[in-house]
């Protein structure tokens, strides 16, 4: 039976609705409810099946492959299990990573359907929600400055809505997301929006200075420099080049204005060499951290080419603890604090290899190395891979999947 125009025009306007809500319930559940990321996840990976993706045509070609990009980290967890023993943590793992099945075929099947407006919509409830909790954050600071920038010097941070470093990755996101807004959003468009979007982004620029998480510092200079260079190759205005000192000088000036950074750095660079002499790094968090990835890379060369099993991470690095560092008290006993290490103790070389393909290739993709969201998203999870197991965790998946989904849906929005 053929529609008409009317029952598409309907059919149309319920994707986008139906995307609306659930990327909503996403978005406001990272911060305030597990519960609702899942659902909100659930309905848009529902959108498959809602929009008979199963119909429509998958053309091999990159701008579809792009979507499954995560799906072979995916792949190799589940064939990590012919050589796992703890089938109990082994199962934690995969529940945690099927998003990056679900959630793209959700995106996929309805790329050409959403709107413009629907996923500028979601961008400014995303940018909205950062500020808000950034700023709640802030005035707890200003109320408790002297002793909270005093735990600076003990591992403390400003308290935050959701854990630390994931929350800072977010504000990097969203600071990014703020700029393609200001420039390009379909639904901020006046002087007082466009003025309303610059102050959140100026805001929550600011705010990851003075919060000081390193994570979120390294990934929001790192996509500035990369920005920086495809716009200098792009326009070959070679006077953009003049902004990296400029950078630089600002990131010492905080240094030395800001108190939480300062006390951040010089806390890092004790901990560091307390690892770096072979001192005792119980209870210091950095160095408790390099120990993590330094004990991982011990336990993955054991089995260098495919790992001890992508169930057995925890249990053998447990057992070098207890073997080989009884002055480590149990609670600091940690998987690697790094992805990267993590993939190669679990997966070994060769899923290392395939680890490192799945993320060079969305960057093979122009239109994404163009885009600020897209790139912000992609560069904030892989500087997070440096030193966080970031794909261990629910939240680590929906920096991957959720927020880059989101960015990349927008390349097909229709006007």
Not at 27 to 35: H, N, T
Not at 320 to 328: A, C, G, M, Q, S
Not at 383 to 392: G, K, V, W
Request: proline share 2%.
């Amino acid at each position: 039976m053929k529609l008409s125009g009317k029952n598409i025009q309907i059919n149309i306007a319920f994707i986008n609705n139906w995307f609306l809500i659930a990327g909503c319930l996403a978005l406001v559940g990272i911060f305030f409810s597990r519960a609702m990321i899942s659902i909100g996840m659930i309905g848009i990976a529902l959108l498959y099946f809602l929009d008979r993706g199963w119909a429509k045509s998958f053309t091999w070609k990159q701008e579809d492959l792009q979507w499954f990009a995560g799906l072979p980290i995916l792949i190799i967890y589940l064939i990590g299990v012919l050589w796992t023993d703890d089938y109990s943590y082994w199962t934690e793992r995969v529940q945690v990573k099927i998003p990056l099945l679900f959630l793209p075929l959700g995106f996929w099947a309805v790329k050409d359907s959403i709107t413009r407006a629907t996923i500028d919509v979601l961008i400014m409830i995303f940018i909205s929600l950062c500020a808000a909790t950034a700023l709640g954050s802030f005035i707890y600071y200003l109320l408790h400055y002297k002793e909270i920038t005093e735990s600076y010097k003990h591992a403390k941070t400003i308290p935050t809505i959701i854990e630390h470093i994931r929350y800072s990755l977010l504000l990097t996101i969203a600071f990014f997301a703020s700029i393609q807004a200001y420039l390009t959003s379909s639904v901020m468009v006046t002087k007082v929006q466009k003025g309303i979007v610059a102050g959140l982004g100026i805001f929550l620029f600011l705010f990851l200075h003075v919060l000081s998480i390193r994570s979120g510092l390294l990934a929001l200079y790192t996509t500035c420099f990369l920005w920086l260079i495809i716009q200098v190759f792009k326009s070959g205005n070679k006077k953009l080049l003049l902004l990296f000192p400029a950078a630089a000088a600002f990131l010492v000036a905080m240094y030395f204005f800001v108190p939480s950074l300062h006390n951040k750095v010089n806390y890092m660079v004790r901990d560091v060499n307390q690892f770096v002499t072979g001192k005792s790094v119980n209870n210091y968090s950095d160095g408790n951290r390099l120990l993590s990835m330094k004990i991982g890379v011990e336990v993955g060369m054991q089995h260098p080419w495919i790992g001890v099993g992508s169930g057995d991470v925890q249990q053998e690095m447990n057992a070098v603890y207890k073997k080989e560092y009884p002055d480590i008290d149990e609670h600091n006993w940690l998987i690697p604090h790094s992805q990267f290490v993590y993939i190669f103790t679990a997966l070994g070389i060769i899923g290392f290899v395939i680890f490192m393909i799945c993320l060079i290739y969305p960057f093979l993709n122009k239109e994404v190395s163009l885009d600020i969201f897209c790139m912000a998203v992609l560069v904030s999870t892989y500087t997070s891979y440096l030193s966080e197991a970031t794909l261990e965790l629910q939240q680590g998946i929906v920096l991957v999947s959720l927020l880059f989904g989101m960015a990349y849906i927008r390349l097909f929005s229709k006007e």
